[in-house]
């Protein structure tokens, strides 16, 4: 099989979140709001997303990327087995490391 005869993968585009003044995140594409754990399996099943605050137009993606894994690490348990550090580990390999304050 040549390349021209295997099908073309197709990586989805990042979701575009905004960032509001309280937390509360927004899809802009799909209009609505979206919580730490949609975003979590997003990550998990291999999507990505920018986050930029809704009034400046900062990126916050390094920001709501550490409040998933926070919100991942809190609920994890030792006795479920799913293996939650796969979401860190999947989110470290697509980020490179940066500050988490603005500058």
Known sequence: MTAEDRPASRTPAARDLRRHHDGS??????HRPVTLA??????????????????????RTYHVLAAVLACEVA??????????????????TRHAPGPLTES
């Open 25 to 30: 995140l927004h899809d802009t594409a799909l």
């Open 75 to 92: 609920r994890a348990s030792p006795m479920t087995g799913r293996g939650e550090l796969s979401l860190f580990q999947a989110a470290a």
């Open 38 to 59: 949609e975003l979590a399996d997003g990550v998990r099943a291999g999507g990505s997303f920018l986050a930029r605050g809704a009034a400046t137009g900062r990126d």
